[in-house]
């Protein structure tokens, strides 16, 4: 079955630094890989979308890398804030237009 | 700028009772979607829908569920009859394109507590 993998651990990172994030799928070829930040009792917002043919997407401080080979996405964020802290899903077209998201990964930039 | 609006904010309600949620997507979108969290787990999807009709459903999404756009702004999603296992946060989103090669625009979300 597909799955989608994130890390479940909270990342807490210094301000200034990089947070890096993975998502990692399993018996899934999508087209195309979202990113959503989620703040609690919110809706996700969309952040970024790379397609299969992308290697790499910015906007902003953010980084989106997606390699297909090692099914694997990595999101990064430079220069981190702490208003930054948030859950940030990772999501995947699946069959039909409808969005699988992975469990998500909260972040925590400390002053 | 255009949002995704939800109401109400947070419906408590008893076991086996009805309860419809409305959305107003954005206004030049074309399909949409509701999906649900259950507190501590992962954003799923339950359906999409187009041009009037369910375009995809999940196995969630089973007979005490509905999906209706009453008039040309409003969609709700309508439990029948609920159970204690409905209790999450419903997000409701549109896109303008059904594919995943645009984002979708999630709403502020309703939570349903079934007591």
């Known amino acids: 079955s597909q799955k989608i993998e994130q890390n479940s651990e909270a990342l807490n990172i210094q301000e200034g630094k990089t947070a890096t994030l993975t998502c990692n799928y399993t018996?899934?070829?999508?087209?195309?890989l979202q990113w959503y930040r989620q703040d609690p009792g919110r809706g996700p917002v969309f952040l970024l979308l790379?397609?299969?043919?992308?290697k790499e997407k910015r906007k902003e401080r953010l980084k989106v890398t997606f390699d297909t080979t090692l099914k694997q996405s990595l999101f990064h964020i430079t220069a981190s804030q702490p208003a930054d802290s948030a859950t940030y899903l990772c999501?995947?077209?699946?069959?039909?237009?409808?969005?699988?998201f992975g469990g998500g990964t909260r972040v925590l930039v400390k002053p | 700028e255009p949002e995704v609006t939800q109401t109400p904010s947070h419906q408590v309600t008893q076991m086996g009772q009805e309860v419809i949620l409305r959305c107003v997507p954005i206004?030049?979108?074309?399909?949409f979607y509701w999906y649900r969290q259950i507190l501590g787990q992962k954003v799923e999807f339950l359906v999409s829908f187009y041009n009037n009709e369910i375009s995809e459903k999940s196995e969630i999404f089973d007979d005490q569920f509905s999906v209706e756009r009453p008039d040309g702004s409003n969609f709700t999603l309508k439990i029948r009859s609920t159970k204690l296992e409905d209790s999450a946060m419903y997000f409701c989103a549109s896109n303008i394109r059904g594919s995943a090669d645009n984002e979708q625009f999630f709403g502020p979300g309703t939570r349903l507590t079934v007591l």
């Open positions: 790379i397609r299969e043919n992308e």
């Open positions: 206004s030049n979108h074309l399909y």
């Open positions: 999501a995947l077209e699946a069959a039909g237009n409808k969005l699988t």
């Open positions: 018996n899934y070829s999508p087209a195309y």
